[in-house]
């Protein structure tokens, strides 16, 4: 079985838990960031509320149904989306795109690897 790492981010008052790769969960922290760094320049009308990584840990056992796991692909497709979805004329917002979908498309070579293992 991989090892997996489980990245914790919060928007007010709202958890969520991702279940990274362990070798890709420094980027979703990272690339979190660095999209709250930039999401301040934004000038569309509708700029998405992002949450922030709060931690990083090796286990998690979630106890309850008040939360779930996000596999990470589906949480970075969601991202994708969302970012994609901006109307924005002044900031180059495909840079930003760029990095999303440069971790997403890391992640979709990392599970299909993992089915064919």
């Given at each position: 079985?991989?090892?997996?790492?489980?990245?914790?981010?919060?928007?007010?008052q709202?958890?969520?838990?991702?279940?990274?790769?362990?070798?890709?969960?420094?980027?979703?922290?990272?690339?979190?960031?660095?999209?709250?760094?930039?999401l301040?320049?934004?000038?569309?009308?509708?700029?998405?509320?992002?949450?922030?990584?709060?931690?990083?840990?090796?286990?998690?056992?979630?106890?309850?149904?008040?939360?779930?796991?996000?596999?990470?692909?589906?949480?970075?497709?969601?991202?994708?989306?969302t970012?994609?979805?901006?109307?924005?004329?002044?900031?180059?917002?495909?840079?930003?795109?760029?990095?999303?979908?440069?971790?997403?498309?890391?992640?979709?070579?990392?599970?299909?690897?993992?089915?064919?293992?």
């Amino acid at each position: 079985m991989p090892q997996m790492r489980y990245v914790i981010l919060k928007l007010e008052q709202q958890l969520q838990f991702v279940e990274m790769p362990s070798s890709y969960a420094y980027q979703l922290t990272a690339l979190n960031q660095r999209l709250h760094k930039e999401l301040d320049k934004l000038t569309a009308d509708h700029v998405p509320q992002l949450p922030r990584v709060i931690a990083e840990c090796d286990d998690l056992e979630l106890v309850g149904a008040a939360h779930t796991l996000i596999p990470g692909l589906d949480y970075i497709n969601g991202l994708e989306q969302t970012f994609a979805g901006i109307q924005e004329k002044s900031y180059p917002l495909i840079s930003l795109l760029t990095e999303i979908r440069a971790l997403q498309a890391q992640l979709e070579q990392w599970y299909e690897e993992e089915s064919e293992a």
